[in-house]
């Protein structure tokens, strides 16, 4: 019999696509369940310091030179020739009501003279103009969630949104392979299992930095969402596009040195005070991020591995800003309050000394394949954020386009949501089935060395980290397929096995793509290949199987993919 109720969609992560999606969807009166596997703001975005690039020449204090073209153009420049055109165009159509949207929930991003002012709008690597807002200088992140996280509680406390704080993902649940029916998880303290049924579920689980042992991720992005995507038989796309963010704090901890700091002015400098980008890009500094990556990658080799230097000491600031008039560092500190806190606390006055840095994995353009409305080739099953794959990104992110993905696939996931469970046949939705088996993939017994997160995460760095090629890439497939994942539930042993998958999936990628494009870039074939401007969207062959080793098929699709899968 059916039953007349309100639809529940589950939404796993609190960063800015996971709370927008909520926010959304909530507002559209159906019932959400937001999960947030550790603090609600243990994320990648409340440690983006950038900012968030938008179009806002529509916009009251906007930016007058900027137009939807040039920022497409953008887009698709850094994105090397595999962007979705109309994913893009989306974007960017979208990015002003996306900054509308955050500013009517209580962000307040950086202006020139005060309130009403004009905003603050910085330049980046492969931008054409200065179109990217602030807040609090290089804490832009950590300001929109803030204002999410408050709009988030105040739902909360009125009753329109319940958070499960500290539950962590565990899998998909999808009775005999058709449509999720609701997700298993950990909960705080005592990693007890729990099933949540849902209509409908949406990852915003993040990326994956902790492949690597240099990352400027949380701890807790593992990969999550996109190893119980793989494993529910979804499909994901571009995983071999990892982005080193080149200018982390050569120190533990590997603290991001925004690319906001070179727009300023900050330039590069091998260990005899040399720059050495001048010669390797047209825009020096300035150029996009896996070229800036790869020449810091291959100076530091050439001086026996110590690292390059990010030089500000010359730095001043702009006549006419807010900060006219002061000295360097007065400038840095007011500019950039937390780099400079951080920095300064590791003993360095980057006013009268350069900053020893070092690339470390910042985002990944791959994850899950999604259409333009988040929807993924599972029914039921929704990914936003950077653990999906919208064709956005291309093979290079173009820098603080993240953020805006976020705000806008977020607000638009909630949209899809609303017709796909409200407006689709019939008015009624069925309760979710209780499964009696949800297919879950643990790690299976093998024969091969036990699973070592450190040996691991050196090993990816060493065969798929910035600089690649086909032999290391080979040996680090054999070595990864010879892994035995750890066993139980608890939440590391879980991390290492969503680790592990992802890892795998990557390098399987990596190994196919027998060309050097945007963040990928292989010594053995250094030049792009045009008969490889496409992008390439895998699956795990069984994924109803449950093994070790699953292999991993693959399969070409142009941008119109979704249109020869069945709809959600």
């Excluded at 975005?45 to 073209?69: V, Y």
């Excluded at 420049?77 to 949207?101: I, N, Y």
């Excluded at 499960?164 to 565990?170: A, E, S, V, Y």
């Excluded at 492949?211 to 995983?239: E, Q």
């Amino acid at each position: 019999m059916t039953t007349h109720r309100t639809p529940r969609v589950v939404v796993v992560g609190s960063g800015i696509a996971g709370l927008t999606a909520a926010l959304e969807a909530s507002a559209r009166g159906l019932d959400v369940v937001l999960l947030s596997k550790a603090g609600l703001a243990d994320t990648n975005t409340a440690r983006a310091q950038g900012g968030i690039a938008a179009m806002t020449a529509s916009l009251p204090g906007g930016q007058a030179g900027d137009t939807a073209l040039l920022h497409v153009q953008d887009t698709l420049a850094a994105g090397a020739g595999l962007c979705d055109d109309d994913a893009v165009r989306t974007l960017v159509r979208a990015s002003a009501a996306a900054v509308s949207g955050l500013v009517e929930r209580g962000v307040e991003f950086d202006r020139t003279a005060g309130p009403d002012s004009p905003w603050v709008e910085g330049l980046e690597g492969a931008h054409s103009v200065p179109r990217i807002l602030h807040a609090g200088g290089d804490a832009t992140g950590r300001e929109i969630e803030r204002a999410l996280l408050a709009a988030a509680l105040d739902a909360e406390a009125r009753g329109r949104l319940r958070i499960l704080r500290r539950t962590m993902l565990l899998d998909l649940v999808v009775p005999a392979g058709h449509r999720v029916t609701g997700v298993l998880v950990l909960e705080s303290p005592d990693d007890r299992v729990r099933r949540l049924p849902a209509d409908a579920v949406v990852l915003a689980t993040g990326g994956a930095g902790q492949l690597y042992p240099h990352t400027t991720n949380p701890a807790v992005a593992t990969g999550d969402g996109i190893a119980a995507a793989l494993r529910a038989g979804a499909a994901v796309a571009d995983l071999e596009f990892v982005q080193f963010h080149p200018t982390a704090l050569a120190a533990p901890g590997c603290f991001l040195v925004s690319e906001a700091v070179r727009g300023e002015g900050a330039v590069l400098r091998d260990a005899t005070g040399r720059r050495f980008l001048e010669g390797a890009h047209p825009r020096a500094e300035l150029a996009p991020r896996d070229v800036v990556a790869r020449e810091n990658v291959r100076r530091s080799l050439e001086q026996g591995g110590r690292p390059v230097l990010l030089d500000c000491t010359g730095m001043l600031p702009p006549e006419g800003g807010p900060h006219a008039g002061r000295t360097t560092a007065e400038f840095l500190a007011r500019r950039f309050p937390t780099i400079d806190a951080a920095v300064r606390a590791h003993g360095i006055d980057w006013s009268r000394e350069p900053v020893p840095v070092t690339p470390a994995a910042h985002y990944l353009m791959g994850g899950i394949a999604t259409d333009d409305a988040a929807r993924t080739t599972v029914p039921g099953l929704y990914a936003v954020g950077e653990c999906a794959a919208t064709g956005v990104h291309g093979a290079n992110r173009l820098a603080s386009n993240s953020l805006l993905e976020g705000a806008v696939f977020g607000a638009r996931v909630a949209a899809a949501l609303a017709a796909d469970l409200r407006d689709g046949p019939g008015p009624r939705i069925r309760p979710a089935p209780v499964a009696s088996a949800p297919r879950v993939l643990p790690g299976a017994a093998a024969d091969g060395p036990a699973f070592d997160r450190g040996g691991f995460q050196a090993a990816m760095w060493a065969g798929a980290g910035v600089l690649r090629d086909g032999p290391g890439l080979e040996a680090l497939a054999r070595r990864l397929a010879a892994l035995r994942p750890p066993a139980g539930l608890s939440r590391a042993a879980v991390e290492d096995r969503n680790l592990l998958a992802v890892g795998r999936a990557l390098v399987a990628a990596a190994l196919h793509r027998t060309e050097s494009r945007g963040a990928h870039h292989r010594a053995d074939t250094p030049v792009p290949d045009p008969a490889q401007a496409r992008r390439t969207f895998w699956r795990v062959a069984e994924p109803a199987a449950v093994r070790t080793g699953t292999s991993l098929t693959r399969s070409y699709a142009p941008n119109d993919m979704f249109e020869r899968i069945p709809a959600c």
